[in-house]
């Protein structure tokens, strides 16, 4: 899930937006803010698995245990402050998406299927927007960047509301 080093990234990529770092090139900020801006649609969605359901307590334990392998690997990664963004971040969005296609795999109890699709495609649609940003910090377009930052709160905010609510613990705290 998203966790406190993307909050972060995310206050790194409003300083950075703050601080002007926008692109001087008006056709490539505004290219680039669009495909910020769409929706996230059904083919950006990931593939959840059908086989047979797990019980609550395994879907549990495999979803929180996921989401601390992410938080471990994003952590070696040292960030600590805005300015490393541009280096931390495009190594850390494989470790994202990953994570999307793990937590993919679990088959939630019948009860909690739709809630685990919208957490799944929640983790999805950050590494896309992890991916973005990447881009957008490669042409120093710090607008788009700060627009990313408002989705990627709105998703952080709701995958962990529904985490919660169906109990996982490290999924659900923003670690």
């Known amino acids: 899930m998203l966790h406190a080093q993307l909050a972060a990234v995310a206050l790194g990529a409003t300083a950075l937006a703050a601080a002007g770092c926008g692109s001087s090139k008006a056709g490539s900020a505004a290219t680039t803010a669009a495909s910020t801006t769409a929706p996230v649609t059904s083919t950006n969605t990931a593939k959840l698995a059908t086989s047979a359901p797990l019980s609550r307590a395994r879907w549990i334990a495999g979803g929180d245990a996921i989401c601390k392998q992410?938080?471990?690997?994003?952590?070696?990664?040292?960030?600590?402050?805005?300015?490393?963004?541009?280096?931390?971040?495009?190594?850390?969005?494989?470790?994202?998406?990953?994570?999307?296609?793990?937590?993919?795999?679990?088959?939630?109890?019948?009860?909690?299927a739709h809630d685990w699709e919208q957490v799944v495609n929640d983790v999805h649609a950050f590494s896309e927007?992890?991916?973005?940003?990447?881009?957008?910090?490669?042409?120093?377009?710090?607008?788009s960047i700060a627009a990313l930052h408002k989705k990627t709160a709105k998703l952080q905010a709701n995958m962990m509301t529904v985490a919660k609510r169906d109990g996982f613990r490290s999924c659900s705290q923003g670690e």
């Open 70 to 112: 992410t938080l471990a690997k994003i952590e070696t990664l040292g960030f600590y402050t805005p300015a490393q963004l541009a280096r931390v971040l495009p190594r850390a969005v494989p470790y994202y998406a990953a994570e999307a296609e793990e937590l993919a795999k679990l088959v939630p109890p019948k009860s909690k």
């Open 129 to 143: 927007y992890a991916n973005i940003a990447v881009q957008n910090l490669k042409e120093h377009n710090g607008a």
